[in-house]
């Protein structure tokens, strides 16, 4: 074979390989763009898809084609390996919609910014409160909401130590600020309340409740107490030691804040006929803790529940200073020396 001809040959052969290589790339980008189109682009229905932590690309496939975002989930781990987005993408709460292609929906994925609407529990709110606050802010049906917190049925472990009734979870709504999915449940909402308590509730809180000859009921009871009468963290302890102390001794604690949980509207003070109302609430009249929590309690009045102080007051007073500061007595006299020096403040 001539020199001329072997040439040609080689060039032919070229040409034809370069042909199949364009047309391999165009069949390819034909497939691929095929691969990443809307799985209904008339469809642009918002649909709100969770994907739990820890999910693999196979899982969130199979996610997103439960929910009718994508039509294939062989589709979707291919392009996600294709364009290296494999392993990339995120937990969280997304809005999607099947007039996303892939490239949008990958992107959403890999973004992290969960749809949740933030809102804020403060420390010392009672249910009452929490349900204003999440109504008000249109995340319930009060009516369902009141419901399930009587009646949904939650699986934390402290909740077999909790009273039958509709304050069952009172105390338990644990205060924090909550990015909120949209389109939840008025049993979610509870339920991601209940976990937070849940989750720093630790063991260790148990095995000292346990050392102190408490339940679960009766150290958030305590911890509700403190949380609305102590203002600052170093007078919370100090509160606990006059619950304490006063229970060891058989005294009625006398709190007011028991009696301002039974009038509902706080009172700047209280008249004797309040500390006279009649409900198991009030600790001016009955001896002993109240049946159960009077707010929801922060993490800092939990921990004095369960680690008082080591003191012999029996008596406290609002320090007339402005820091809302308290004034800690041991005798009777003491109590009404400081109390004479806050009402002449007033």
Not at 33 to 59: C, F, H, L
Not at 245 to 263: A, D, G, K
């Amino acid at each position: 074979m001539s020199g001329k001809r072997k040439t040609n040959k080689i060039v032919k052969f070229s040409i034809a390989v370069f042909i199949i290589l364009i047309i391999g790339v165009i069949v390819f980008k034909v497939a691929m763009s095929n691969a990443v189109e809307p799985y209904d682009s008339t469809d642009s229905t918002k649909v709100i898809v969770t994907v739990p932590m820890g999910s693999s690309t196979p899982q969130i496939a199979a996610i997103l084609e439960k929910n009718g975002i994508i039509g294939n989930v062989d589709n979707f781990k291919l392009v996600s390996k294709i364009t290296g987005n494999n392993g990339k993408y995120k937990a969280g709460t997304y809005a999607l919609s099947p007039s996303m292609n892939l490239d949008e929906i990958m992107k959403k994925l890999q973004s992290g910014i969960s749809v949740a609407n933030m809102i804020t529990i403060p420390e010392g709110y009672t249910i009452e409160q929490v349900v204003g606050i999440l109504d008000k802010a249109g995340f319930i049906d009060k009516a369902v909401f009141l419901y399930e917190l009587e009646n949904g049925d939650f699986k934390q472990k402290f909740i077999e130590f909790l009273p039958e009734g509709p304050n069952r979870l009172e105390g338990f709504l644990f205060p924090e600020t909550y990015d909120i999915p949209v389109n939840v449940s008025e049993y979610d909402i509870i339920n991601i309340m209940l976990n937070q308590f849940d989750k720093l509730y630790t063991d260790k809180y148990y095995a000292r409740a346990s050392e102190l000859g408490l339940n679960i009921n009766e150290v958030i009871t305590i911890a509700s107490m403190i949380e609305r009468e102590a203002a600052v963290n170093e007078d919370r302890p100090k509160v606990a030691s006059v619950i304490f102390n006063r229970l060891e001794q058989s005294m009625p604690l006398q709190f007011c804040s028991t009696v301002q949980y039974v009038l509902g509207d706080p009172k700047a003070r209280l008249s004797y006929e309040d500390t006279q109302v009649n409900s198991e609430y009030n600790t001016y009249i009955n001896a002993g803790l109240p049946p159960g929590p009077i707010c929801s309690p922060g993490l800092e009045s939990i921990k004095a529940a369960l680690h008082p102080e080591e003191t012999e007051y029996l008596y406290f007073v609002v320090d007339p200073d402005g820091k809302r500061t308290h004034q800690f007595a041991k005798t009777y006299d003491e109590f009404l020396k400081y109390k004479k020096e806050y009402t002449d403040s007033l």
